[in-house]
């Protein structure tokens, strides 16, 4: 009688145990969770900041601009102010490309990432279509989106061709993105299966795992290829 009231303790433990495991591994991915949603927060506020700089210091250099334009104009120096306001027009068109999408969340993430590979001397092409996403969380299509353009991006810079294309359209009922960049060999040869690494982001190892993870919560579709030295990740989430 005393060893099965033991024997039914020990069960009644070991289940407590499993709980208790159990409970302890949930609040672990709770913490893992709200330290990394911490971290782009915190990266959100910097990328905030650069833009915020970056409008103060474009409406300074307007200022100057304009008033070497107004100078030239107020001695009848058109032929020169004429060139000199096609020169600020080429190098606004460099410097400050601006993407309207016609989505808000679209147009951060594209016109942050377009910055972005501007300063690594990466050129970025973009052909966009108006698209909600709106089956998709905006927590979710960020962080896929961002995966996707931020392993491009540092593929790219490591390229000799340093290369992006990004085309956003609907396609039989899904809404896809397609991201292509340039690349000097196979990453698929080396590694099949692109498994995360930070000392290789060229790799595309870095966000693969989520951006799957994304992809199958919301039915979706996902085709990774190589063709000519370019590296294609197609996207396809079911339209609203």
Same mark, same amino acid.
């Given at each position: 009688?005393?060893?099965?009231?033991?024997?039914?303790?020990?069960?009644?433990?070991?289940?407590?145990?499993?709980?208790?495991?159990?409970?302890?591994?949930?609040?672990?991915?709770?913490?893992?969770?709200?330290?990394?949603?911490?971290?782009?927060?915190?990266?959100?506020?910097?990328?905030?900041?650069?833009?915020?700089?970056?409008?103060?210091?474009?409406?300074?250099?307007?200022?100057?601009?304009?008033?070497?334009?107004?100078?030239?104009?107020?001695?009848?120096?058109?032929?020169?102010?004429?060139?000199?306001?096609?020169?600020?027009?080429?190098?606004?068109?460099?410097?400050?490309?601006?993407?309207?999408?016609?989505?808000?969340?679209?147009?951060?993430?594209?016109?942050?990432?377009?910055?972005?590979?501007?300063?690594?001397?990466?050129?970025?092409?973009?052909?966009?279509?108006?698209?909600?996403?709106?089956?998709?969380?905006?927590?979710?299509?960020?962080?896929?989106?961002?995966?996707?353009?931020?392993? /491009?991006?540092?593929?790219?810079?490591?390229?000799?061709?340093? =290369? #992006?294309?990004?085309? @956003?359209? +609907?396609?039989? &009922?899904?809404?896809?993105?397609?991201?292509?960049?340039?690349?000097?060999?196979?990453?698929?040869?080396?590694?099949?299966?692109?498994?995360?690494?930070? /000392?290789?982001?060229?790799?595309?190892?870095?966000?693969?795992? =989520? #951006?799957?993870?994304? @992809?199958? +919560?919301?039915? &979706?579709?996902?085709?990774?290829?190589?063709?000519?030295?370019?590296?294609?990740?197609?996207?396809?989430?079911?339209?609203?």
């Amino acid at each position: 009688m005393r060893k099965k009231v033991l024997e039914q303790e020990f069960i009644r433990l070991n289940a407590d145990y499993k709980a208790l495991l159990d409970e302890t591994i949930q609040l672990r991915e709770k913490v893992a969770t709200a330290d990394e949603a911490l971290e782009k927060m915190r990266a959100t506020e910097e990328d905030v900041r650069s833009i915020h700089e970056n409008t103060r210091r474009l409406k300074h250099d307007m200022r100057n601009h304009l008033m070497v334009i107004a100078m030239s104009l107020g001695n009848e120096k058109y032929d020169e102010a004429r060139t000199y306001t096609a020169q600020i027009l080429d190098k606004l068109n460099l410097e400050y490309s601006y993407i309207d999408s016609g989505n808000a969340l679209l147009n951060y993430i594209l016109n942050l990432k377009l910055q972005q590979a501007q300063q690594m001397q990466v050129h970025m092409q973009l052909q966009i279509e108006n698209l909600k996403f709106q089956k998709i969380d905006s927590v979710d299509f960020s962080s896929l989106l961002t995966n996707l353009l931020d392993n /491009a991006i540092h593929a790219a810079a490591n390229s000799d061709k340093r =290369q #992006i294309s990004v085309s @956003i359209s +609907k396609k039989r &009922g899904y809404e896809a993105i397609s991201v292509r960049n340039s690349i000097n060999s196979s990453v698929l040869a080396v590694n099949p299966d692109l498994h995360s690494t930070h /000392a290789e982001p060229e790799k595309h190892g870095m966000g693969i795992k =989520q #951006i799957r993870a994304i @992809i199958e +919560k919301y039915n &979706g579709l996902l085709d990774i290829y190589e063709e000519d030295l370019v590296f294609c990740v197609n996207v396809m989430l079911p339209a609203g």
